[in-house]
């Protein structure tokens, strides 16, 4: 019998899901509260108002003033998505932003103008222990700008390993392996491969989460795409990933309500057994946490499989920045300074781990992941010892189609074949290149 789920529950998994989604996709503003005191310096702090994400950093500002008693800290929040964007974007070109704020790495960093509007950071000692690829996804003009706040993410196949056990299954490293094992799931009576599409952004892994094996047989995609030489539709590398959404339907390895089911279903789903696989950002684990406590600590991770085992790795989603703007002054610059260099650091990653349990490892040298982290999480933070993994095309280019989940929903579906829907993509790509005024694609 399945327990009832209370509505205070229910709605901490809606807030944990739209975590999920806006990072797929990239509640009013107001302060809540203040920590430290004193009549020394006041720093106010503007982050998301995603649940984990204020309880990490009311708990870094806790942690950060007690060491510094002459400073309070003031956390403030902004709704996400669009609306979240244009608070940012109006806010810096008003002068009225906070002293520190919270927002992407990537693409979107660069749309909001880091050289006009940031205090950059490049020669504060702290930026040495940060992770290559983040430091290069804060980096505007050969200027770093931003520390770290947050896990990093991975767009991977959350799995089972009780199912594993029972069925004995090996993790697979090239994809016929994983269809080798789904054909086995499928004959025990299990769903192969849970999909959500009643949360269309969840469509999107098999293409998303495919980058790293992208990267690994076509190295310049990233650039050859952005410059409107490479395309999803002609690229045999890039084209997979809509080919496995495809072969997946055709062949009934996904769950029967995969047209009306949600992320909090499909997470129950793989909890329960109920289905060996789902595709999905790492940050869902911390909803998977509520959906299904028991069943969280029976689930691993472990990257889409490409053709060559050799290459076998993640893709990587960079967590976002924590930035100063240049309206920051003074005593403030100088306590902000200290607060950003605080949270790039093992007692920084500390304080977030003990707002919110990280979902994935943190992207700062020296930080260690808390002992009753899930195994999923684990799991990551293998990979990313190792080295196996690589950006997200994100991180590599401003180009990212608004309709990707209404075609991969398509695909996904059995409505469009996978070559239409990738050349859908590449026209829907073409239009968001040429509004950017990109060379190459007139």
């Keep these: 019998m399945r327990k009832q789920t209370s509505p205070r529950g229910r709605l901490r998994m809606i807030a944990l899901a739209a975590g999920v989604?806006?990072?797929?996709a990239g509640c009013s503003a107001g302060s809540l509260g203040s920590s430290g005191g004193g009549d020394g310096v006041s720093l106010t702090f503007l982050v998301t108002s995603n649940?984990?994400?204020?309880?990490?950093?009311?708990?870094?500002?806790?942690?950060?003033?007690?060491?510094?008693?002459?400073?309070?800290?003031?956390?403030?929040?902004?709704?996400?998505?669009?609306?979240?964007?244009?608070?940012?974007?109006?806010?810096?070109?008003?002068?009225?932003?906070?002293?520190?704020?919270?927002?992407?790495?990537?693409?979107?960093?660069?749309?909001?103008?880091?050289?006009?509007?940031?205090?950059?950071?490049?020669?504060?000692?702290?930026?040495?222990?940060?992770?290559?690829n983040f430091k290069r996804v804060v980096t505007a003009d050969n200027q770093v700008y931003g520390s770290p706040f947050g896990p990093q993410m991975t767009g991977a196949v959350l799995y089972n390993k009780?199912?594993?056990?029972?069925?004995?299954?090996?993790?697979?490293?090239?994809?016929?392996?994983?269809?080798?094992?789904?054909?086995?799931?499928?004959?025990?009576?299990?769903?192969?491969?849970?999909?959500?599409?009643?949360?269309?952004?969840?469509?999107?892994?098999?293409?998303?989460?495919?980058?790293?094996?992208?990267?690994?047989?076509?190295?310049?995609?990233?650039?050859?795409?952005?410059?409107?030489?490479?395309?999803?539709?002609?690229?045999p590398a890039a084209l997979k990933g809509w080919q496995h959404l495809q072969e997946l339907h055709d062949l009934g390895y996904y769950n029967e309500d995969f047209p009306t089911a949600k992320l909090e279903d499909g997470l129950r789903k793989l909890g329960a057994g109920e289905g060996a696989h789902y595709p999905m950002l790492s940050n869902a684990i911390a909803t998977l946490a509520v959906t299904s406590p028991e069943g969280a600590r029976d689930i691993g991770i472990f990257p889409i499989p490409g053709a060559d085992p050799a290459k076998n790795g993640l893709t990587v989603w960079s967590p976002s920045g924590i930035?100063?703007?240049?309206?920051?002054?003074?005593?403030?610059?100088?306590?902000?300074?200290?607060?950003?260099?605080?949270?790039?650091?093992p007692a920084g990653c500390d304080a977030q781990s003990a707002g919110s349990t990280p979902t994935g490892p943190y992207a700062v040298d020296g930080c260690e992941l808390p002992a009753d982290v899930v195994p999923a999480t684990m799991d990551f933070q293998g990979y990313i010892d190792a080295g196996t993994y690589s950006p997200a095309l994100e991180f590599l280019s401003p180009i990212k189609g608004p309709a990707l989940e209404q075609i991969t929903v398509e695909v996904g579906s059995g409505i469009r074949p996978a070559a239409d829907g990738a050349a859908l993509y590449d026209q829907d790509v073409r239009k968001q290149a040429l509004q950017l005024g990109l060379p190459g694609w007139d």
Excluded: C
Excluded at 21 to 24: D, G, K, N, T, V
Excluded at 120 to 126: E, L, M, N, S
Excluded at 193 to 221: K, M
């Design 162 to 235: 009780k199912v594993y056990a029972e069925l004995g299954l090996q993790v697979p490293r090239t994809w016929d392996e994983f269809m080798a094992n789904n054909a086995a799931v499928k004959a025990a009576g299990l769903v192969p491969v849970i999909q959500t599409y009643g949360d269309t952004y969840t469509s999107q892994l098999f293409v998303l989460g495919d980058f790293h094996n992208v990267a690994a047989a076509e190295p310049d995609f990233p650039e050859r795409y952005t410059a409107g030489q490479a395309k999803y539709a002609t690229s």
């Design 51 to 132: 649940e984990n994400t204020v309880r990490a950093a009311k708990s870094v500002a806790e942690a950060f003033t007690a060491q510094n008693p002459g400073v309070t800290v003031d956390v403030e929040t902004r709704p996400g998505g669009s609306e979240g964007d244009n608070i940012i974007k109006t806010r810096l070109a008003t002068g009225d932003m906070t002293d520190l704020f919270l927002y992407n790495s990537g693409s979107l960093f660069q749309a909001i103008g880091p050289v006009q509007n940031l205090v950059p950071v490049t020669d504060q000692p702290w930026v040495a222990q940060l992770e290559d």
């Design 21 to 24: 989604a806006l990072a797929l």
């Design 323 to 345: 930035y100063i703007p240049k309206t920051t002054e003074g005593a403030e610059l100088e306590a902000a300074k200290k607060l950003q260099a605080f949270i790039a650091s």
